[in-house]
């Protein structure tokens, strides 16, 4: 049974900083590609970063230069620092693990930006 989760939600200021962290476990295949995704209350859940095993990055727009996604594939792990955190960066972020072609979710984190 593979299981992802995340920590490191909470309550920022504007401007301020936070780090997420995502672990998957359960499997002992490699894990191929992992990523952040996050859901605004209304809208859709919408890409915010990913990274594949060798290090490759992808960034939606409205982040880049202010997160940074990284990656320890020794403990499959997921990090993503937050910097310069916006109110509208507010959201419920999801980490995802791809083994081959199977995705697997974490339950998602609280991200509120707000003064």
């Known amino acids: 049974q593979v299981q992802v989760a995340e920590s490191g939600g909470g309550l920022e200021k504007p401007g301020g900083s936070l780090r997420l962290s995502c672990a998957a476990s359960?499997?002992?295949?490699?894990?191929?590609?992992m990523g952040w995704y996050r859901q605004a209350p209304g809208k859709q859940r919408e890409l915010v970063a990913t990274i594949t095993t060798d290090g490759s990055t992808n960034y939606a727009d409205s982040v880049k230069g202010r997160f940074t996604i990284s990656r320890d594939n020794a403990k499959n792990t997921v990090y993503l620092q937050m910097n310069s955190l916006k109110p509208e960066d507010t959201a419920v972020y999801y980490c995802?693990?791809?083994?081959?072609?199977?995705?697997?979710w974490g339950q998602g984190t609280q991200v509120t930006v707000s003064s």
């Open positions: 359960g499997n002992r295949f490699s894990i191929s590609v």
């Open positions: 995802n693990a791809s083994y081959g072609m199977v995705t697997y």
